[in-house]
């Protein structure tokens, strides 16, 4: 057997900005700026709440000089502090400490957040970091430009965007955020929905939410928004809430969106049960068997005519030869694919944009060809068509994702895993055919990582290979989601899921189509008479939507199913029988949330509804609903926030909803 090692520097990369618009050296890896050169144990390992699969990073906020010895205790992730242009962190008039002082008290276990919204400020800051070597950090401030201006000098930080107290739409917060060249926003934590924080996600943002005056109620409910990060008042409330309601092994709270690869979940050599890859005949299967993305990849004709294929070399698929480069859409169209009949033919992503805009599912774009025009036209016919919203572009070159932030900022970006973008020690195994991974320290992975997608404001998408579990619950802590591809089994696609990645890019979407994703209660609010119990209909969301001539896919009644569990969160109006029903024991206020097993290839997960409310009352009752807002938009049922399937449609002053 011989091995072969190649080690691709895990550095930073260059960057030089012009306006508001990146301009990337490539070439010859450059030495180390002052921003970037820090010591090797600039990274700290976070704690972390095991139980749960990739749970949100838990923020506290410093408020008062007590503050700074209070957070060594709670071993909050993150510690947010506000700054002023001495250099002190300041909370309202009343100064603290020095930004020295913090670092020193609070570096062994979290990483710095810094509130900055004078430009002569973050100056000030910036210069004391690069003199301390401090790299792992955030810049928080409500301005975009204050941001840009952050992340031009120091590429290595991580912008938030603070938007708590704002009433804006999901399009109008990811402008705003990618304005700033950050992937956080700051969030309320109160009006927040799943659908809204998904509609985020989905674009390739991390949400923090600020939860104040936290309960055990605001506790669960917050976490069940599948929010990234949690700002809290009172750590110890969401360390006793993670205890009791999501203590057992791999509880999910955030379930990881499902990507299409190659527009169908294409198998070996493109020969799918759905039909040829990149086919919008494969990519309708792959959306009704419960894909949230479907991934296409993107050339050029001979004639600039968009097409989808993933291959140059047209053999590879189809009965014909040369490349789709060197070949006019008028024969490119005529060509029929191998192993298949004659009635599919290569899209264009005209088509793909016109028949998935009517949907509610996202497209992940790859750029095949590196070139500026590409991104150009890909960027113009996004903007044609008004869909920013549902999509996002990945590609393997740095270049071209530079190309693409400065002909469409407001289009989430995503980095493949590649020369460009390798962060770790790559060891081939010629007699197996495979890599794997060298020995890296932690620290110089997230060094590697941060290194080489800072630069171009982009997410991480790793082979799914790359990255160890730690790793990627690291990199997440700090804000970024990783998105992993392209698993091929069951078991992969179990493993991954429990790995806590944001995305998963599979083959064969049909692996999970009889899967139960969501689980929801029927009602926001049920009132009971006491003595009597809470008729609660308990339901299940399977990853299908539909058979493919278009038959909606029935919920499974999970009501009397004894792998579900109902758990009272707060109130001692209701107690929990022997038989797992709800039942009112004095009158007064409870909130419960059901917790349901699952089995996978690895063993059992748990997934959760939405809270929901219970009133006993006196005499005679009978359940019946709330009247909440979402009753009354026809959006029945507590966990129905917990869906995937949908991206909220919000008016432009409508606040979260």
């Keep these: 057997m011989k091995i072969r090692k190649i080690f691709f520097a895990a550095a930073a990369l260059s960057i030089a900005f012009s306006g508001m618009v990146p301009v ?57 502090a506000a700054v002023d242009k001495a250099l002190n962190v300041v909370y309202g008039s009343e100064k603290l400490c020095s930004v020295a002082e913090f670092i020193a008290e609070t570096s062994d276990f979290s990483v710095p957040a810094f509130e900055v919204e004078e430009e002569e400020s973050l100056s ?3 210069e004391a970091l690069k003199e301390n070597g401090t790299e792992d950090v955030f810049i928080v401030s409500k301005k975009p430009e204050l941001l840009y201006s952050a992340r031009k000098q120091f590429p290595l930080s991580r912008g938030a965007l603070d938007l708590r107290g704002r009433e804006l739409s999901a399009d109008e917060i990811v402008k705003a955020v990618n304005e700033g060249f950050s992937k956080i926003v700051f969030l309320d934590a109160e009006p927040l929905t799943v659908e ?41 409330t969401y360390s006793e809430v993670y205890r009791k309601f999501f203590g057992k092994p791999n509880s999910v709270v955030r379930d990881p969106f499902i990507i299409g ?22 990519a309708e299967k792959a959306f009704a068997d419960g894909a949230d993305y479907i991934e296409i990849d993107v050339h050029f004709t001979l004639d600039k005519e968009l097409v989808v294929m993933h291959d140059s070399l047209i053999g ?4 014909a030869k040369g490349t789709v480069e060197t070949t006019s859409y008028a024969d490119l169209k005529n060509y029929t694919y191998k192993n298949f009949d004659d009635s599919y033919r290569i899209p264009t992503l005209r088509q793909f944009i016109e028949y998935f805009k009517p949907t509610d599912c996202m497209l992940v774009i790859e750029l095949k060809d590196y070139s500026k025009p590409l991104a150009e036209a890909v960027a113009a016919l996004i903007r044609e068509y008004d869909f920013e919203n549902q999509c996002v572009v990945i590609c393997f070159s740095k270049q071209s994702l530079g190309y693409m932030y400065q002909a469409l900022p407001s289009v989430g970006l995503g980095a493949l895993s590649s020369d460009d973008f390798r962060v770790y020690e790559k060891i081939y195994d010629e007699k197996h055919d495979i890599y794997k991974n060298g020995d890296l320290l932690l620290s110089d992975t997230l060094r ?41 089994s069951a078991n992969l696609i179990d493993q991954y899921r429990m790995q806590g990645c944001a995305s998963l890019t599979i083959d064969g979407v049909a692996m999970l189509a009889e899967t139960i994703r969501t689980i929801s209660a029927d009602r926001t609010e049920y009132k ?54 709800l039942k009112a024991v004095k009158e007064g206020t409870s909130t419960a949330v059901y917790r349901y097993k699952m089995f996978s290839s690895l063993g ?7 809270p929901f409310t219970l009133i006993a009352e006196s005499g005679s009752g009978e359940a019946r609903g709330c009247g909440s807002l979402l009753e009354l938009s026809g959006l029945t049922g507590a966990g129905i926030a917990l869906s995937l399937l949908s991206i909220p449609v919000l008016k432009k002053k409508e606040k979260y909803l």
């Design 24 to 80: 990337f050296s490539v070439g010859a890896e450059p030495s180390r700026s002052a921003a970037t050169e820090v010591s090797s144990d600039g990274y700290k390992e976070l704690e972390s709440v095991d139980s749960v699969v990739q749970p949100a990073s838990t923020i506290f906020e410093l408020r008062e000089t007590a503050d700074l010895s209070k957070v060594k205790k709670l071993r909050v992730n993150i510690v947010l």
């Design 124 to 126: 000030s800051l910036l």
């Design 196 to 236: 809204f924080v998904n509609s985020l996600r989905k674009r390739y943002l991390s949400v923090w939410a600020e939860d104040r005056g936290s309960t055990a109620n605001s506790a669960v409910k917050t976490i069940l928004t599948g929010v990234n990060g949690i700002a809290t008042d009172s750590p110890q």
């Design 261 to 282: 690869h190659r527009g169908s979940g294409a198998t070996e050599g493109g020969y799918s049960v759905y039909g040829p890859e990149n086919t919008l005949e494969s």
């Design 316 to 319: 590879t698929m189809m009965n």
């Design 448 to 488: 590697g990582v941060f290194g080489a997608i800072q630069n171009y404001n982009c997410v991480y998408n790793p082979g799914f290979n790359v990255l160890t579990e730690e790793m990627i619950r690291q990199i997440q802590l700090r804000g970024v989601g990783v998105h992993a591809w392209t698993l091929t």
């Design 528 to 581: 009971t008479a006491v003595g009597k119990e809470a008729e609660v209909r308990l339901s299940g969301k399977y990853y299908s939507r539909s058979d493919y001539e278009g038959n909606a896919t029935a919920d499974a009644d999970l009501t009397d199913d004894s792998l579900a569990e109902p758990m009272l969160v707060s109130g001692e109006a209701f107690e929990v029988t022997d038989g797992n029903r």
């Design 604 to 610: 059992e997960y748990y997934i959760y509804s939405q």
